[in-house]
């Protein structure tokens, strides 16, 4: 009751055009509260990756592991680990190979990943970074743009992180 008399008396102080100011203002503010403190989505929906195996080859100095990312979507993209398929549960996993190259064809992505030696069953784990939201992708747009007028073009990716391996179709961050 104290709450309705405290605004009644705050409405009838506010003269004539300072009451069109506070009509919408209130909105407004009350808008913004709701976009800033909303929580966000329970479960994001990450894109469909597609990752295969594509074969060996040999780079001159170095054998590579190539896969292909069919339509891959516009995400931030990194290599998380290369180990041997076989490895035991209690065993200390061993790094077996680093990015290479990665190009962009008419049809997706090149990936080709530096190994030791041919025909060694290996588990790769992809990282994808999705673009952020709320108002953290609206600081980052605006980055974005200054960069884009400085030409020096950046894009950021802050968004949700998820992962992908040529085993298991994907596995969400934890």
């Given at each position: 009751?104290k709450?309705?008399?405290?605004?009644?008396?705050?409405?009838?102080?506010?003269?004539?055009?300072?009451?069109?100011?506070?009509?919408v203002?209130?909105?407004i503010?009350?808008?913004?509260?709701?976009?800033?403190?909303s929580?966000?989505?329970?479960?994001?929906v990450?894109?469909?990756?597609s990752?295969?195996?594509?074969?060996?080859?040999?780079s001159g100095?170095?054998v590579?592991a190539?896969?292909?990312?069919?339509n891959?979507?516009?995400?931030s993209?990194?290599?998380?680990s290369?180990?041997?398929l076989?490895?035991?549960?209690?065993?200390?996993?061993?790094?077996?190979?680093?990015?290479s190259?990665?190009?962009?064809e008419?049809?997706?992505?090149?990936y080709?990943i530096?190994?030791?030696?041919?025909?060694?069953?290996?588990?790769?784990?992809?990282r994808?970074?999705?673009?952020?939201s709320?108002?953290?992708?609206?600081?980052e747009?605006?980055?974005?743009?200054?960069?884009?007028?400085?030409h020096?073009?950046?894009?950021f990716?802050t968004?949700?992180?998820?992962?992908?391996?040529?085993?298991?179709p994907?596995?969400?961050?934890?």
């Amino acid at each position: 009751m104290k709450a309705v008399r405290g605004v009644e008396s705050l409405w009838l102080r506010v003269e004539g055009r300072n009451r069109r100011w506070l009509l919408v203002a209130i909105p407004i503010l009350l808008a913004l509260c709701v976009w800033l403190f909303s929580p966000a989505s329970r479960r994001p929906v990450h894109p469909s990756v597609s990752v295969a195996f594509a074969g060996f080859t040999n780079s001159g100095t170095f054998v590579e592991a190539l896969f292909s990312l069919t339509n891959p979507p516009a995400l931030s993209m990194s290599l998380q680990s290369v180990h041997a398929l076989g490895a035991k549960a209690g065993s200390v996993p061993v790094e077996l190979g680093n990015f290479s190259y990665g190009r962009k064809e008419p049809w997706g992505l090149t990936y080709a990943i530096s190994v030791g030696k041919t025909n060694e069953p290996l588990e790769v784990v992809l990282r994808f970074q999705e673009l952020a939201s709320g108002p953290t992708r609206a600081i980052e747009r605006v980055r974005e743009i200054f960069g884009d007028l400085t030409h020096k073009p950046q894009a950021f990716f802050t968004g949700p992180v998820f992962f992908v391996t040529n085993q298991i179709p994907a596995r969400p961050a934890r």
